[in-house]
């Protein structure tokens, strides 16, 4: 995972998040966020692509967001087995 930038307490779960590293077609307009809790093998994570509203530097964005915010972004990502980001889960 990439440095990560913050956390999110989800369903009493802490989960760090980051920017992917992901990049899509919309390079200035979009990018990818991971979500991971756990570490090891119990390790899971998350994917969703954020279209930020002020800055479109992708970490001064994502400090941008409220924690509800972040939740909603959580809310609308997909598990890692499910994202090209991850490659669909290949470890």
Known sequence: ???????LTVDGETWE???????TVYTK???GVVFQCGTGSA??????RFTPMGSRNPEA???ELSDHQLLALFRQS???WTAPESAY???
Do not use: I, N, V
């Not at 390790?43 to 969703?48: K, M």
């Open 1 to 7: 995972m990439p440095q990560t930038r913050g956390t």
């Open 17 to 23: 998040y980051a920017p992917s590293g992901y990049d």
């Open 29 to 31: 307009d979009q990018f």
């Open 43 to 48: 390790r899971r994570r998350r994917f969703t």
């Open 61 to 63: 964005a994502l400090s």
């Open 78 to 80: 997909q598990p890692a």
């Open 89 to 91: 889960g290949a470890r």
